[in-house]
């Protein structure tokens, strides 16, 4: 019988995830996977797993979980307030369960998304090669949904590893978000961009896995606003007739008829994706060279991280 994990109260926005679906976007099936990938992958090589397991993304909230067998877990994702059986535990450590045991998870006190992680990973049946959830398709995860009270969710074999902790940062913080313009810059004039790099915006209440609003400064393309539909990635701007942009996430459409102004930097996706309704970025400008550099630097720097673990405290009596 499989080891599982049971959903006593789920919070928002729960789902399955894994590195992602490839190779379907020709077939309007977007590659989904984890909003924050440095928190994912930290938060599975907390407790052994390969890279790209399946866990449980949480957007604010945790909820509670009962663990029926013995296991590893860690949560990642933000400061956020963590309880086994009811003692007080750190994020961004993994911690051995014993069987029966209660996990609770509750409000971020920074950030926006969060990840549970389990040693073995969440081992609902893939689909299209993959178990994330693709909530518009109705794909991957537990029956294409968001994660309810009462559902449980079945577990791998256990990693054996021992329990660790994240001692060193897995990304540079703070400062504007870069920017690669494009691809379609030529549709915006130099007022466009003075006000993309010129002014503050602020993250909108509007957000989920597909788009995230930006309020601020309205951009308007001096070249119109409707083009032939092409593809588009996590982190491209489009800039709709409203003039308010769209930054497009995991889940987003694959193609896009509306003028894309810039697309963000990977390697800061996180730090954007991250950020709090109501609170304010601003954004800087990279070439093309310089955003390959600073994926480069990023995951140098996660490796050094997760390569660096040390073992963790015992369990609080």
């Excluded at 009962?66 to 994020?91: F, H, M, Q």
Aim: charged content about 20%; some cysteine; glycine content about 14%.
């Amino acid at each position: 019988m499989s080891r599982t994990m049971r959903i006593l109260n789920a919070g928002p926005m729960m789902t399955v995830q894994d590195g992602g679906r490839r190779g379907f976007l020709r077939f309007g099936v977007s590659g989904s996977g984890p909003m924050d990938r440095d928190a994912f992958e930290a938060a599975n090589a907390l407790v052994g797993n390969v890279p790209g397991a399946a866990g449980v993304e949480f957007a604010l909230i945790g909820g509670r979980f009962s663990l029926a067998d013995e296991c590893l877990i860690a949560v990642t994702g933000g400061d956020v307030p963590v309880a086994l059986n009811g003692k007080p535990i750190s994020p961004w450590s993994s911690w051995r369960a014993p069987a029966g045991s209660e996990l609770e998870i509750g409000a971020m006190r920074s950030g926006v998304w969060g990840y549970i992680a389990i040693g073995g990973g969440v081992t609902c049946p893939p689909v299209m090669g993959s178990r994330s959830t693709h909530l518009r398709s109705g794909v991957g995860g537990l029956d294409g949904r968001v994660l309810r009270t009462g559902d449980v969710l079945p577990l791998g074999s256990d990693t054996g590893a021992e329990p660790k902790k994240l001692v060193k940062p897995i990304r540079l913080r703070g400062g504007p978000i870069s920017l690669v313009p494009g691809p379609q810059d030529d549709c915006f004039d130099a007022d466009a961009f003075s006000r993309l790099f010129g002014r503050e915006f602020q993250v909108s209440q509007q957000r989920d896995r597909m788009a995230m609003m930006l309020d601020g400064p309205e951009i308007h393309a001096a070249g119109g606003h409707d083009i032939v539909s092409d593809g588009t990635l996590m982190g491209s701007i489009q800039v709709p007739p409203s003039g308010r942009l769209i930054v497009l996430m995991a889940d987003r459409q694959t193609t896009g008829g509306f003028p894309k102004i810039a697309t963000v930097a990977s390697a800061d996706l996180g730090r954007l994706v991250q950020t709090p309704s109501g609170k304010a970025v601003r954004f800087r400008a990279a070439t093309v060279e310089q955003a390959e550099e600073m994926v480069r630097e990023a995951a140098e720097m996660r490796r050094s991280a997760l390569e660096n673990l040390a073992p963790n405290d015992p369990l609080p009596g």
